[in-house]
């Protein structure tokens, strides 16, 4: 088992600010685990936001979020991080935190553990 908690959601007062997603994962070997990060609106189906290889050496990114998202890990720490930058109201909902045994991927439904999400709300 691996329990991942996210946190650092959060209300930004206005588009263009930045905030930075946490995720820690505690139980099995965390440098085994590809991760990823999805997020889901209202009403809406859970998408693919971020993904990062276990060794850090390989990132994804959806085509709404590349050039304003980064994702990095810290293999020491068993975290992964999300810096959002240049937010949009677009990118409010809710952001869970992922993890696949072996390679990423940006699909969901292929990873193994998730997070109970973070809310994240950019106001226009």
């Known amino acids: 088992q691996v329990q991942l908690v996210e946190s650092g959601g959060g209300l930004v007062q206005a588009a263009g600010d930045s905030l930075r997603l946490s995720c820690e994962a505690s139980?099995?070997?965390?440098?085994?685990?590809?991760m990823g990060w999805f997020r889901q609106a209202p009403g809406k189906e859970r998408e693919f936001v971020a993904a990062i290889s276990w060794g850090g050496g390989r990132t994804d990114y959806a085509d709404s979020v590349k050039g304003r998202f980064t994702i990095f890990r810290d293999n020491a720490k068993n975290t992964v991080t999300l810096q959002m930058n240049s937010l949009k109201p677009e990118d409010t909902a809710v952001y869970y935190c992922?993890?696949?045994?072996?390679?990423?991927?940006?699909?969901?439904?292929?990873?193994?553990?998730w997070g109970q999400g973070t809310q994240v709300t950019v106001s226009s």
């Open positions: 992922a993890a696949k045994w072996g390679d990423s991927t940006v699909i969901p439904d292929q990873y193994d553990y």
């Open positions: 139980g099995r070997t965390f440098v085994n685990y590809a």
